[in-house]
């Protein structure tokens, strides 16, 4: 039977209760689902659970071996009226005996207000006592929430309802467990008693809570959990006398789960990380951290985020060293016992305007191996050069852009100490287009620089670049003819006999561009292409081994560098040869996905002028001889299928000296994460070599790295990093991950290169760094472990 309550049930208008509950977001996902019945002993199926094998193979759900809480797709959630308002409707498949005091209702009884539904297989309804009681298969559901009962007790004055032999499920973050009892009041809040609280499938005890006690307030989004014991795997592994968990994605002031490894040099290193969220905007990470072989410290990290800039403020200290000698043994006079060694960085990016754009990119450290002795031990740590201190301040009206930068940064190795600071950099930057295809582009920089030390040399430089150029289109090619103009002006303070104060220079510069496009079907599904391109320069020869070089360095040889026009990166030098460089990219394209299956590249550069200006030092001659010498580069890109890449690449100058290099990477990656890197570097140039630590001046590696399943749940990870050149291993470690669907964890042991301090310089110590990282994974809860992360992320390409 059915019936609408209007008035002749003025009992059963209290059953309102049910109204003034928070919601709790609802997946974005909504699905059908049959529901789910209960017998009513004290273990029930889990409502709304389905495993993998049950998923129907339309399901767009990414579950490989777990299943998935499934909120059914109820009529009732697509009402959109304010609860409320709406009107409390009741069915049943009959009536029991009923009278003044009581109302009984039996068979399929449903509850149903707006978004809200109530299920049990009978109902009684005291007047007098202003108590509903629910018997048999009972079934409360909203947006997100279902909670499964066999008894349940609602007081109509305190609008409260108390389940016994509950389940819960919260579906967003699949929250889920077990209580002796369950009340829910007005306040938004569930009250479990004597329950259970997990992230995991049900049946699996990967980790769970058991507690005396949980409240969950879902207007706030946290639970909190009073006397709780943390079971992994059945067993007892922590007590929490109190515990704030959340339950949404908003983040929430708390304590996190430490950072825990062991190395060597270090022993053992403990961070314990609480978490301080003041407002939607601002939060703060402090983190005491204990190293055993070093001493006390804390890190810290704090994010502000406005409408118009992201900023972050991040430190770290050990206070007191007492292993500094260690990486200082030849030089401890300047770092004593009592030193304190730290770390501060500040990151800005601001948009004020879309006109008006600011960064700020600034780290220091107390000493140059701090990061290498205290930070996460990656490989890019370790050789890490210099640390960057760099700000910008840009504006842009239309045609014209302006800015102000300084450019500074602490060296961290000896040999990049003796550098000069931009204190400040101007630059003004006009751009013009015109509908003929004409562009004009005039550059004016002006930068200001400095030296530590009051003896160098310094200055001021002045740096014009005007360009204009003219490009035509056709369907088979193109054709660009540019023309440069680039003039220097140098003003000098503690000029020696070799420069002249107020140097000048004006060289212009003739370049034209141009390049021929075919393709051609072999087959309905491949395309074939070919490209060829052309690059000439020619500009006039003038010396310039009289001008300073205050920020310049040659440019890394690669294929793309043949077909720019300046050979070096900064200022202080403008390329002076004539060059011809021809190049040709020929591809194999599958038309349909629009995937490249096999790439090929070829370019020689041929200079033609017997003159070729070097990057040298002031007085060193322009050497000669260089006419009909040449640079040659290729590149091989090959796909075998979805899974396997092979990568070839080589340049080769013999300009002033023979410089080479020489790269293969072999790569496969398949959909189950399973990766295998092989690679191959040879190079001849010193200026590329990140180890080159007082070690040969040629580099020769092979790197190795793999992640492999072991079974369903555990991977192996692993890499061998060798340098060959030196025979000697950069980086070696291996590991095995370990994930389920409701919790992870991995161990790593690492062997790694160690920098030390000999008195002047850096070097690599012969003795390498060895340590054991750990990581663990609560999903629902946390994770620790983002110093194992780091480093199989810069060690296994594609991890």
């Not at 450290?365 to 930070?375: M, N, W």
């Not at 190795?413 to 013009?432: K, N, T």
């Not at 060289?507 to 074939?528: D, R």
């Amino acid at each position: 039977m059915s019936f609408e309550i209007k008035n002749s049930l003025p009992i059963l208008l209290k059953l309102l209760f049910l109204c003034i509950t928070a919601h709790i977001q609802a997946d974005e996902n909504q699905h059908t689902g049959n529901e789910i019945t209960f017998n009513t002993t004290k273990t029930h199926n889990f409502i709304d659970w389905f495993d993998s094998n049950s998923i129907d193979a339309n399901k767009s759900f990414d579950l490989k071996h777990c299943g998935k809480f499934i909120e059914p797709d109820l009529t009732i959630f697509d009402d959109s009226d304010d609860i409320l308002s709406s009107p409390l409707k009741i069915t049943a498949d009959s009536s029991g005996d009923s009278s003044e005091e009581e109302a009984i209702l039996n068979g399929n009884v449903e509850i149903t207000q707006g978004q809200r539904l109530l299920r049990s297989d009978s109902a009684k309804i005291n007047n007098k006592s202003n108590q509903v009681s629910l018997v048999g298969n009972i079934v409360f559901r909203e947006p997100g929430i279902a909670i499964a009962s066999d008894h349940a007790e609602i007081s109509l004055d305190s609008k409260e309802i108390t389940m016994k032999n509950a389940q819960y499920v919260i579906h967003g973050p699949s929250l889920n467990g077990t209580a002796e009892t369950l009340k829910r009041g007005n306040n938004g809040e569930f009250i479990v008693e004597n329950a259970t609280y997990s992230n995991c499938q049900p049946g699996d005890s990967g980790w769970n809570f058991v507690t005396s006690k949980i409240t969950i307030n879902e207007n706030e989004g946290y639970a909190s959990i009073n006397k709780a014991n943390l079971k992994v795997n059945g067993s007892t592994i922590f007590y929490f006398p109190y515990l704030k968990l959340p339950i949404s994605s908003e983040r929430m002031t708390g304590l996190l789960i430490p950072d825990l490894d062991i190395s060597q040099t270090n022993g053992l290193d403990y961070t314990q990380p609480l978490y301080f969220n003041f407002a939607p905007n601002f939060d703060t990470l402090f983190s005491p951290r204990y190293v055993e072989n070093r001493g006390f410290g804390f890190n810290i990290k704090m994010r502000h985020l406005n409408k118009w800039s992201r900023n972050e403020l991040t430190g770290s200290i050990i206070f007191d060293d007492k292993n500094i000698n260690e990486s200082y043994p030849a030089n401890t006079s300047s770092f004593s016992s009592s030193q304190n060694r730290y770390e501060i960085a500040f990151s800005h990016i601001g948009h004020s305007s879309d006109q008006l754009i600011s960064y700020i990119d600034y780290t220091k450290t107390s000493d140059a191996l701090y990061i290498k002795d205290l930070g996460n031990f990656t490989i890019d740590e370790i050789t890490l050069s210099h640390l960057n201190q760099f700000s910008y301040l840009e504006y842009q009206n239309n045609n014209w852009l302006y800015k102000i930068s300084t450019t500074d940064f602490q060296s961290i190795v000896e040999r990049y100490s003796d550098h000069y600071s931009a204190l400040p950099s101007i630059e003004i930057i006009g751009a013009y287009r015109f509908n003929n295809n004409l562009n004009i582009r005039l550059t004016n920089k002006f930068t200001n620089f400095q030296h530590k030390s009051n003896n160098q040399l310094e200055g001021t430089r002045t740096a014009l670049n005007y360009s204009i150029d003219w490009i035509k289109f056709t369907d088979w090619g193109y054709l660009k003819p540019e023309f440069h103009l680039s003039h220097l002006s140098y003003n000098l303070d503690n000029a020696d006999n070799s420069l002249v104060s107020d140097k000048t220079l004006t060289l212009p510069t003739l370049v034209l561009k141009g390049g021929i496009s075919l393709e051609k079907f072999i087959n309905p599904q491949s395309l074939a292409t070919i490209d060829a391109k052309m690059f000439y320069q020619n500009s006039r020869a003038k010396i310039q081994n009289d001008l300073p070089i205050f920020d310049t360095r040659e440019r890394t040889l690669s294929y793309d560098s043949l077909f720019k026009k300046d050979r070096f990166v900064g200022s202080d030098r403008v390329s002076n040869e004539e060059r011809i460089t021809i190049g040709v990219t020929s591809k194999l394209i599958n038309f349909d996905s629009l995937d490249e299956k096999f790439v090929f590249q070829a370019a020689r550069s041929y200079f033609l002028d017997d003159e070729i200006m070097y990057l040298t030092q002031p007085s060193t001659p322009t050497l000669k001889g260089n006419r009909n010498k040449a640079i040659n580069a290729f590149k091989i890109k090959a796909y075998f299928n979805e899974n396997w890449e092979l990568e070839a690449s080589s340049i080769k100058s013999n300009l002033q000296k023979s410089r080479t290099k020489n790269i293969v990477n072999l790569r496969y990656n398949r959909d189950d994460d399973s990766l295998f890197n092989l690679s191959y570097r040879k190079s001849g140039e010193l200026s590329n070599n990140e180890f080159s630590y007082h070690l040969t001046q040629e580099i020769e590696q092979l790197d190795f790295s793999i992640r492999t399943s072991l079974s369903n749940k555990v991977n192996f990870v692993g890499r061998w990093y060798h340098d060959l050149s030196n025979q000697r291993e950069l980086e070696i470690f291996g590991g095995v991950e370990y994930s389920s669907c409701c919790w992870s964890m991995a161990v790593l042991a690492r062997r790694s290169i160690n920098v030390v301090f000999n008195g002047l310089d850096t070097e690599i110590d012969p003795n390498m760094r060895n340590s054991i990282i750990f990581k663990l994974e609560l999903k629902g809860i946390g994770s620790t472990g983002q110093k194992l992360d780091k480093i199989l992320k810069k060690g296994i390409f594609g991890y």
